[in-house]
């Protein structure tokens, strides 16, 4: 018994006391690694679904009689805040673009609250004539959902109603640009009024109005497009969207789409990024 316990045993001992050890602790971070790999899937998967559910959601290549209309839309997340639409109520069509403060999850649960809230008021709401009637609705159900969210949220946007050759406007968002094809002139129409969802009550509806006439174009836009900034830290602005239009004004709205999306290529860009061209045939 007095070799039981020899030093090359005790070493031997200790040696596998420490790979036991280890083996213990690597079996218990396997199992911490799985458990974090199948919670990112979990999440992976909800947010894939919530990525499917937004697109499902946004018109690909929405049609207006007399009109020619391209759409763009890139998110910097799986989810992102851009909204924009174009809906026809069986009379008249409407387009909006927005953007909900900030990117992610909740901005995109946000837009999508967005979009179910101007789409069933459009629909069911009954004095549907009154296009600040339809904003005040929507704005009380987008304000109540994001009190229960506990978020601090709210949607710059403009929506337009067209009505023949008219267009009627309300809301707070970026500068409108409209192309003039008979002057070769862009007009900027500034938004006034208040953001979605950031009161429940809105006082102020001020609207704009406007005509387009055959070659004008209207090009709508969120802050994604004008903030990015190329190799001299200049941002793109108003102005390169004017300029853009005035060269290539010509071209049909896929092509106009096409165009400024090389020039989006000169400009990094930590936003969601949404435009809509829309072209008076």
């Given at each position: 018994m007095t070799n039981a316990f020899s030093k090359d045993r005790i070493e031997l001992l200790n040696l596998l006391s420490s790979q036991i050890a280890i083996s213990i602790e690597n079996s218990r971070l396997m199992k911490e690694v799985v458990e974090v790999t199948k919670e990112k899937a979990k999440a992976s998967t909800a947010m894939e679904i919530a990525k499917d559910m937004q697109t499902c959601l946004i018109p690909n290549s929405p049609v207006v009689g007399g009109f020619d209309i391209s759409v763009y839309m890139e998110t910097c997340d799986e989810v992102g805040g851009?909204?924009?639409?174009?809906?026809?109520?069986?009379t008249r069509d409407w387009f909006i673009i927005g953007d909900v403060s900030g990117h992610g999850v909740k901005s995109g649960m946000v837009m999508m609250m967005a979009q179910v809230a101007i789409h069933t008021a459009l629909k069911f709401f009954e004095e549907k004539s009154n296009l600040e009637d339809i904003i005040q609705k929507v704005n009380q159900v987008i304000s109540t959902n994001i009190s229960i969210m506990n978020a601090e949220k709210y949607i710059s946007f403009s929506i337009f109603l067209r009505e023949e050759d008219k267009f009627h406007f309300l809301g707070l968002h970026l500068p409108v640009i409209l192309f003039?094809?008979?002057?070769?002139?862009?007009?900027?129409?500034e938004t006034t009024g208040s953001w979605l969802g950031y009161c429940e009550f809105m006082n102020d509806f001020p609207l704009g109005e406007f005509q387009m006439n055959s070659g004008d174009i209207l090009f709508l836009y969120t802050d994604g497009v004008t903030e990015g900034r190329n190799h001299k830290g200049e941002m793109l602005m108003d102005t390169g969207i004017k300029n853009f239009l005035l060269e290539f004004y010509e071209l049909n709205t896929e092509e106009l789409k096409k165009e400024f999306l090389k020039i989006l290529l000169n400009y990094e860009n930590e936003d969601d990024i949404t435009f809509m061209i829309i072209k008076k045939k």
């Open positions: 851009d909204y924009f639409d174009v809906i026809n109520d069986g003039r094809a008979k002057e070769k002139t862009i007009e900027i129409l």
